[in-house]
């Protein structure tokens, strides 16, 4: 073959995209979203039943563990949810994904769910007191005057729907997770058996 023989070039294909992902282990179906509460289209009836309560996240933290080959991460989430009519519940869940997190401390919430004896103003009937841990939290009643209140304190008593009360932490606490129980603990003293 001579150099006027010479075949034409042609470019060389491309070589494949490497996805990131096949390094991690096998792809998860649409099954294992739909299990664990991932996207897809088969998890809409849970939003739809989730969508009664309102909820609020307190705390969000990441977490370590150290381990041989190195530091592991999970999430720590502190959520309060409630339907604004008397019912309100505060959980903790643990997870290596936030939205798994998320879900479980949804699920602990619902758990620890109680059922508050309101006034026909959306009041509490007594004074209520409570110590949990380090904080210490009073509830009064005071008519006319909303919500006060500071704190996580305040989340709970919101998405319990109870208003015209003054909440004051006798404390100098700043942890929210204790600040909420320590009002789930109060309000308990007024809920329905």
Do not use: W
């Amino acid at each position: 073959m001579d150099d006027t023989q010479k075949k034409p070039v042609t470019a060389a294909p491309a070589p494949a995209a490497i996805d990131p992902r096949s390094s991690r282990g096998p792809r998860r179906g649409r099954d294992d979203q739909n299990r664990r509460g991932g996207g897809g289209r088969g998890n809409r009836g849970n939003d739809e039943r989730r969508s009664e309560f309102a909820q609020k996240i307190i705390g969000m933290r990441r977490v370590a563990r150290v381990m041989a080959g190195g530091r592991r991460f999970n999430f720590s989430v502190s959520i309060v949810i409630g339907d604004k009519k008397g019912r309100v519940g505060v959980g903790m869940g643990k997870a290596t994904d936030t939205a798994l997190a998320i879900e479980k401390a949804t699920r602990d919430a619902k758990k620890h769910m109680i059922t508050l004896e309101l006034t026909k103003n959306h009041s509490i009937p007594h004074e209520v007191d409570a110590k949990y841990c380090s904080s210490v939290v009073a509830i009064r009643p005071s008519k006319g005057r909303g919500l006060v209140a500071g704190s996580a304190v305040r989340t709970v008593l919101e998405l319990a729907g109870v208003s015209d009360v003054t909440a004051k932490l006798l404390t100098r606490s700043k942890n929210p997770i204790n600040n909420a129980r320590v009002a789930m603990k109060a309000l308990g003293q007024i809920a329905k058996k």
